[in-house]
């Protein structure tokens, strides 16, 4: 595990951007796993600076999103679909149909899990860039006796409704459920990109780093990976 601590934002975001744009940059057919959250909102905009910068073409490049609230439309204000779409997506010359995030209105869930599963199993992802959550969960994988390993739906836990009604106009507004990727379909990724910032992140991520492996903190798991860099702001990495 690698772990880079930066003291300025944009040279975090800089950084980060590079990685994923080598990948987009070297493989023919490049495969990103990609969060949503605030942590990777300057990683995006860096990605795009770069991409216009280089005259990087994402033509060629399939995207798969990590997680999706149940509930709501794709072009909900809130929905994870939107976000990737504002953050990056319409900046980008991605293929249409190249970008997969779970339908939020599947009819059928349990099938819309088996479906994003199947999909993936056919496209591995070159690299997964992850935020971790207060409690230590990954996508929308919360900490629990026991994880599941592939895509699913998961009840949300109270603190992170909580956590994210900052998004909302209410909190009740936060869905209860949402889709994830499962950490097994997470600890696939060739590579992984560990993000977190602020001092409100430093405990989780001395736990997620340093503590026991453990389900109790899902960010834990990625001390078994191969691939992993963790990139830091001072004060997500003050604990360390
Ligand atoms: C959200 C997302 C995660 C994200 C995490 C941290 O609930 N489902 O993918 O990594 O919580 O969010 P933030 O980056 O806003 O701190």
């Known amino acids: 595990m690698i772990i880079k601590r930066f003291d300025r934002q944009e040279e975090l975001d800089r950084y980060a951007a590079h990685l994923i ?37 994402f033509g060629h490049v399939t995207t798969y999103n990590l997680d999706e609230y149940v509930g709501l439309a794709p072009d909900h204000e809130q929905s994870y679909s939107r976000y990737m779409n504002d953050h990056l997506f319409k900046h980008l010359d991605l293929g249409k149909g190249n970008t997969h995030l779970p339908d939020g209105l599947a009819a059928d869930p349990e099938a819309e899990c088996r479906r994003y599963d199947e999909m993936l199993a056919q496209q ?28 699913h739906v998961v009840k949300l ?22 889709f994830t990727m499962g950490v097994g379909s997470i600890l696939k990724a060739k590579m992984i990109i ?40 001072a004060d997500a990495g003050r604990d360390l």
């Open 21 to 57: 744009n080598t990948i987009v940059r070297e493989k023919q057919h490049p495969v990103l796993g990609l969060a949503t959250g605030s942590t990777p909102v300057g990683i995006y905009k860096a990605v795009i600076e770069e991409a216009s910068r280089t005259k990087l073409s």
């Open 124 to 151: 591995p992802l070159d690299v997964q860039l992850l935020g971790v959550g207060h409690n230590g969960h990954i996508g929308f994988n919360e900490p629990d006796a026991q994880l599941h390993g592939r895509t």
């Open 157 to 178: 836990k109270e603190e992170t409704r909580k956590a994210n009604a900052r998004f909302f106009d209410q909190a009740e507004q936060v869905p209860e459920f949402a």
């Open 194 to 233: 560990l993000v977190a910032r602020g001092g409100d992140k430093a405990a989780i991520v001395k736990k997620a780093l340093q503590g026991p492996i453990t389900t109790e903190c899902p960010a834990s798991l990625l001390q078994t990976h191969a691939n992993v860099i963790v990139l830091l702001d």
